[in-house]
């Protein structure tokens, strides 16, 4: 069994994190010591790993929960499941990107058309661009 501040230091996550995932159901302790710290076994240990790495990829942790749901009743899911899972990740991924490029563009665009002198920002065209867009919504 492994106390709580040596798994957090063992995945380099925080106490805090690890207390946050019991509480949001993602992570259980497997017991507590007699003086009330909560202790963790390796399949804990594992879990955690499983959820740190899902996260590492983009996963939000509802979307975690079903993966682990999915993990601990393997025979009920199929692996086609999984990958309309992970597809639909990337779509969701790949809209992102779309829209921080075009987020990326205005700020390109908003940025070229300043001169950026020491001049005081009342004729400033950011802030014109951007009062004029304001007005249009």
């Not at 710290?37 to 390796?42: A, C, H, K, V």
């Not at 240990?45 to 682990?68: M, P, Y």
């Not at 309309?84 to 908003?110: A, G, M, P, Y």
């Amino acid at each position: 069994m492994v106390k709580i501040g040596e798994i957090a230091k063992r995945l380099a996550v925080s106490t805090d994190t690890l207390r946050y995932y019991e509480k949001q159901g993602i992570l259980n302790s497997s017991a507590r010591s007699e003086s009330g710290y909560r202790l963790y076994s390796e399949q804990d240990v594992a879990q955690l790993s499983f959820v740190l790495r899902a996260k590492d990829v983009g996963f939000t942790l509802n979307e975690i929960k079903e993966l682990l749901a999915i993990k601990v009743d393997k025979q009920s899911h199929s692996c086609e499941q999984v990958k309309h899972f992970t597809s639909e990740k990337i779509t969701q991924v790949e809209r992102k990107i779309t829209e921080l490029n075009t987020i990326l563009n205005s700020l390109k665009l908003l940025h070229k058309s300043c001169c950026g002198g020491n001049e005081p920002a009342v004729h400033c065209s950011i802030l014109s661009a951007l009062e004029a867009q304001n007005d249009a919504r």
